[in-house]
């Protein structure tokens, strides 16, 4: 088994600090020391493509850069590195999307993966223009997957739904390879979904039972619709050459946080119709006591940032133990993220990655080990300062 692993690009700004935002939470000061240009994105990018990442998920929401647009700039700068592109499917059309990514797939020689996001605040939507409410949010999203995945097959496609209506639609080129479709949702509305549109099912870091009675749910339904896909998770990462070492940048990463913008943060992320964003909440209490959940999970991250709000934290080894134990529940892609996100990802790319290699649960996607070795360069994490 070779587990995937990807990194995040943090199109709101990255810092040295905890950067807040997601799901209605708009992105606090810190977010500004790194601003998301393409350079510094791109940065990231590469670093991401050189330790082995097969790809980065760009997120979606009025809090960050569009991702469609940001990614289609860093195809630019990149060779091998995979796009995982989030966008909301009441926003556009079926059709037009089925479209979108096809030509992506083909200008870029087959680098974009896509996260569906259904969207879990209804103000936010509001302000798009979208006023369904969440079930008929997850209704329209099967309808919109039924009509993508009947383009990508070639077919031509008339569909009067409750959501979606379209009238002999067929795209005049086919993607190849057809993208990968992620898709996460811990809702009773979202399971159904999953099981007959995705290609891997997406959870956020919960602890390992939890995570383990959530993979069950949704492999019992997949299978109810005769089908078979991939399993994946969304955590942030603070590994270190020692456990000490984690779990004090985790404690500076804590005092980095005023109660304020805890108890502000908090108000907001409550209003969340998202049964992810409460089970979130429900792991970090609000509080900075009891943080660390399960062995080398800690849920500090989620108390001022929405969606994933747990970090994986420790010794090097420690981390690849936690991935290997997440990975035999059946999780075997891992997209990953850290503040800030260019050194974080040198730290999990060179002292995370090697180790399950050597225990046989990765290999780099471009090629041989012993050749990427030999042409590593040391990474020495310096600030980086805007003009």
């Given at each position: 088994m070779s587990l995937t692993f990807h990194w995040f690009l943090p199109t709101s700004g990255d810092s040295r600090d905890i950067v807040g935002g997601g799901h209605g939470v708009a992105p606090g000061a810190a977010a500004q020391a790194r601003p998301a240009t393409t350079a510094y994105l791109g940065q990231i990018a590469r670093s991401a493509e050189q330790l082995g990442f097969e790809g980065v998920l760009t997120p979606t929401g009025a809090w960050c850069e569009d991702a469609w647009i940001t990614t289609a700039m860093l195809t630019e700068v990149t060779e091998r590195l995979k796009f995982l592109v989030a966008f909301r499917p009441g926003l556009l059309s079926p059709t037009l999307a089925a479209h979108m990514a096809t030509t992506y797939q083909r200008l870029s020689q087959g680098r974009v993966l896509l996260n569906?996001?259904?969207?879990?605040?209804?103000a936010e939507q509001r302000a798009y223009g979208d006023f369904l409410d969440k079930e008929a949010r997850y209704a329209r999203t099967d309808e919109f997957l039924h009509v993508v995945r009947a383009l990508w097959r070639g077919e031509t496609v008339s569909l009067t739904g409750e959501h979606v209506r379209v009238e002999n639609a067929r795209l005049n080129?086919?993607?190849d390879p057809i993208p990968r479709v992620y898709f996460g949702g811990s809702s009773?509305?979202?399971?159904p979904v999953s099981a007959k549109h995705s290609d891997v099912y997406l959870?956020?870091?919960?602890?390992?039972?939890q995570v383990a009675r959530k993979l069950e749910w949704i492999r019992g339904l997949t299978a109810a619709e005769g089908r078979t896909q991939r399993y994946g998770i969304r955590l942030h990462t603070i590994t270190r050459d020692t456990s000490e070492?984690?779990?004090a940048e985790a404690g500076r990463l804590l005092r980095g946080i005023s109660d304020?913008?805890?108890a502000k943060v908090q108000a907001g992320l409550h209003r969340s119709e998202s049964e992810g964003q409460r089970r979130m909440l429900a792991l970090n209490g609000g509080t900075r006591d009891g943080l660390e959940i399960s062995p080398n999970l800690w849920a500090g991250v989620g108390l001022i940032r929405g969606g994933a709000g747990t970090a994986l934290v420790g010794s090097h080894t420690e981390v690849a133990d936690r991935i290997e134990e997440y990975a035999n529940l059946g999780l075997s892609e891992f997209i990953l993220s850290g503040y800030p996100h260019l050194e974080e990802a040198y730290w999990f790319g060179e002292g995370v990655l090697p180790i399950l290699r050597e225990r046989g649960l990765w290999r780099h996607p471009a090629g041989e080990p012993a050749l990427l070795d030999a042409?590593?360069?040391?990474?020495?994490?310096?600030p980086v300062r805007s003009s």
């Open positions: 569906v996001v259904t969207g879990g605040e209804s080129r086919l993607p009773a509305a979202a399971g959870t956020w870091g919960e602890p390992p039972a070492e984690a779990w304020e913008e805890i042409v590593t360069v040391p990474f020495t994490p310096e």
